[in-house]
């Protein structure tokens, strides 16, 4: 029995070292570069173990796709804080994210998983961009509502100048690297904080 238990372990973490690769590469290159092949050196078996784990690539771009939907999970602050500190901490989680995963963002906001021919990971991924929205826009509100915010700007403006400003610091992540330059996720925040609060 214990040996059944251990077999079913390491196939369940094969499963997901399998996914974690193909996360990297479609992250890194797009879903082009995931071939069995590129699959099989990156995790260091012969590609025909690939397709004993997984049936096909769909299934493969799925359980990517929950480990995206982990990260992402946890990178949600708790929604007991105040208004602001939260929608502050959620930026500053996600931009921690992205630097810690470049590429990730590529997957998340592009068409790479809508073509992969998983209408699974696609609704995955469509729960995850909604839910980040919808947390955002709560904090928004509840601010606005507490008078935090600016008064002088439409809340779906405001939404934008967050998502907007997050987003685009997201995607240049790699270029910025380039120059040497870090993506300061606190520094990002204090920016956003600076366009939205309500002067006082």
């Known amino acids: 029995m214990s040996t059944r238990t251990s077999g079913k372990r390491s ?3 094969r499963r997901r070292q399998i996914a974690s690769a193909a996360l990297k590469i479609v992250a890194e290159g797009g879903l082009h570069q995931l071939t069995t092949a590129a699959l099989a050196e990156r ?4 590609e025909g173990t690939i397709f004993r784990h997984f049936h096909d690539k ?3 771009l799925a359980v990517a796709t929950e480990l995206i939907e982990e990260m992402f999970e946890h990178a ?11 929608l502050g901490e959620f930026v500053r989680r996600r931009l921690t994210l992205v630097e810690l995963y470049p590429g990730i963002q590529r997957i998340m906001f592009s068409d790479h998983l809508a073509t992969s021919g ?3 990971a696609v609704e995955q991924v469509a729960r995850l961009k909604q839910r980040a929205i919808d947390f955002m826009l709560d904090a928004l509100r ?3 509502a507490k008078g935090q915010v600016r008064e ?5 403006a405001l939404l934008l100048i967050v998502h907007g400003t997050a987003m685009a610091a997201a995607f ?3 270029q910025l690297a380039g120059r040497g330059i870090r993506l300061q996720a606190d520094a990002t925040w204090a920016a956003i904080e600076h366009l939205i609060r309500r002067p006082s």
């Not at 995790?43 to 012969?46: E, F, N």
């Not at 949600?76 to 939260?86: I, K, M, V």
């Open 58 to 60: 769909a299934e493969i």
């Open 11 to 13: 196939s369940a973490e």
């Open 152 to 156: 002088d700007i439409e809340l779906d």
């Open 142 to 144: 509840e601010a606005r």
């Open 118 to 120: 998983s209408p699974e």
């Open 172 to 174: 240049s992540v790699n």
């Open 43 to 46: 995790v260091g078996l012969a």
């Open 76 to 86: 949600l602050p708790d929604t007991n804080d105040e208004a602001l500190s939260r």
